[in-house]
């Protein structure tokens, strides 16, 4: 028992030892040679576990925390006392009292000294000079063009084409020297007189985040002056385009990106140029929205997809995909990101193209450029139940509706259809016009069958005739049919409507309850959400709201009915109208004409 007892003071005693008010044994972190620039001149620190330049003797410490460490000093009648903010392992920031004295023979105590620390003094910085090299990826990755301001040297902005930030890892390098750099390459403009043109490559000395500022040191590792070696960067998270640089080794002069000392406007570029060797199929040209990826703008020619994504407002995100090999429906893309330096391959499987709509699937990222292994079908990771992800025509064109006729409709859901004064505010209904009976009205009526319109309330007056009086308001939904399929049993629709504030498109699931009953779900957003079905109303399920459609057509109304399941959206349109080209030639119209005599003979025979 006395021996537990003993075990037991002696631990208590290591513990407060090791971390307690008072300690006056230095933290390693913080001890080294240090180079800083105070009061414009240079100054080198050393700091052992017990004593400072120009400080003296440590006699107490209180460790805050790892980062934030005060320490009391005492050299003769002085005491100082200092506190460190630990950044990296080869960057310090320090606040000091300077030289506090009290009466002889009083002892002042830790937190008596540092009271007289101002809140917003400059910090000073302090650059371990022998530092170790940092990775760089945390803070730049990719290649950048950039133009460059120097506030106190020209107020213009020098911007050349072949000024460029380069900082690209190099994954399995057995040299790790080679992920802890970067390089500025400086070109002079004309018409700037202080512009310059040099290259600089700076090792990674660490970075730290306050707030959205995203600061970090470097070390030139060309240059010998120890005033024009170290030097400090800024980023800010919410506009990483723009970075701030100190013009001497301090870090407290940086606020913000764009009221640094010298300031880069980057623009991200590709870091290589991968030549394709297959083609994607002609249809596919054009502009679309990704459905899948925050409706991302997605730009295609015949050899490269470009996807461009906007995580939030006043950045964007860039990736080109380059066609390296096809079968059957599968691409193998070489995947370059402008933000990046790694030249990956992903594997697309594409579904032909229908309406407005291409349905796809992508596979895993992979460095090995081996179709069978980058688009094997296990690399698409789906599970056992899965659906396309879309790709939508950003400027749609109408095609027929898959459903068509009017109807009267119930709705249930989480966001329900309201009412829209599309053309301004009005009389509702029209002067003079008394309303019968107010329903909700889903209809397909125009001559095309090309566009749903949606009256949330719709006020129904009939004169003596049967026909309708009101006749001018307008619905409080217009919507285009872009494109309609089927696919794991549930028929899809994708509508287009330019005023919905949520998402111009919107994903149906719809199905033929009856000989006159239509069931549909509206979804929260552009994209078909695997749970959905047509009694889907929930957020939770994907959907907005559900809607219950019962045929609804009078005499005078002329809305025939159609319903189409989307089991062949690639089937041509029966009521699509064919334009014959009488200029194509003399053949052509020779055998045209032949063709017309022969259906008119055999019309006449039967």
Known sequence: MISLALFRL?????????????????????????????????????????????????????????????????????????????????????????????????????????????????????????????????????????AYQNRFSFTGECNHPEAVIRSCQEPGNQFLIANQKFNITYKKCPGIKDSFEAVTEFSCLGDWLEGKNHYFAAANNKESRKEEKYRCFIRNRDDDLYMGSSITPECSVLK???????????TPVKHDNVQPSCLLPQNFTGRWINTAHTEADIIINQTHITEISYPNIGRYRKTVYVCKERRDNRFMMARLNIDGCQTDFVCFDFVPRHHNVIRFRKGLEMIIEQFSTVCSYIQFKSGREWSYDLLLAKDPVPVQCPVAGMFNFTQSGDELLTTRLLGGPTSEPWDGIYCKQNISVFSVCDEEQKEVWIDAVKCVTVNAYGQEVDIYTLPDYKLKCIGYWKENLKSYLITFDERDPVSRYRCWVYQRADLNRILLSQSVGPSCNLQQTVHARSITEGAAVSLSLVEYEREHDRCPMRFDDGSNPWRADKNQVIVFDVQAGASACTASLVLVFFLLQALFIV
């Open 10 to 146: 002696l631990f208590v005693l290591a513990i407060s030892v090791s971390g307690g008010a008072g300690e006056c044994v230095i933290p390693r972190v913080i001890r080294g040679s240090w180079f800083s620039f105070e009061g414009g001149s240079n100054t080198i620190t050393d700091i052992d576990p017990s004593t400072m330049t120009g400080r003296g003797n440590c006699v107490a410490m209180d460790k805050v925390s790892h980062e934030d460490i005060k320490l009391l000093f005492k050299d003769n009648e002085c005491y100082h006392c200092v506190q460190f903010f630990v950044r990296t392992v080869n960057v310090l920031e320090m606040k000091t009292t300077g030289c506090v004295t009290y009466r002889q023979g009083y002892t002042p105590a830790l937190e008596e000294v540092c009271s007289s620390l101002i809140p917003d003094q400059a910090l000073t910085t302090l650059f371990n000079e022998n530092f170790v090299p940092k990775n760089c990826r945390s803070v730049l990755e990719g290649v950048w063009q950039f």
């Open 256 to 266: 913000t990106p764009e009221n640094s000392p010298a300031r880069f406007r980057m």
